[in-house]
């Protein structure tokens, strides 16, 4: 008779581990998943800064390029060469 409860617990430990063995690897997968999401997000504001800075640099170096023109055009006024009509 003890046999039978013994083997029985047996049973339902090892069913108990099944459970919380299947429970963790859904758990691990859950959280490669969430890995991989951070990763991707991670890797997009990466992406989205760098072309940020690139724009950044391109309207920097079109404004200095700005600046020189108009220093230009004042020199060339200062000594008549333009006018402004």
């Known amino acids: 008779m003890c046999s039978h409860y013994f083997f029985t617990a047996i049973a339902d430990l090892e069913i108990r581990t099944t459970d919380l063995l299947a429970a963790k690897a859904e758990l691990e997968r859950q959280q490669e998943e969430e890995k991989l999401k951070i ?47």
């Open 39 to 85: 990763e991707d997000k991670v890797l997009s504001r990466i992406l989205d800064y760098e072309a940020a800075q690139r724009q950044h640099d391109l309207l920097t170096s079109s404004l200095e390029n700005l600046e020189q023109q108009r220093k230009v055009m004042m020199i060339g006024y200062k000594f008549g060469q333009g006018s402004t009509n």
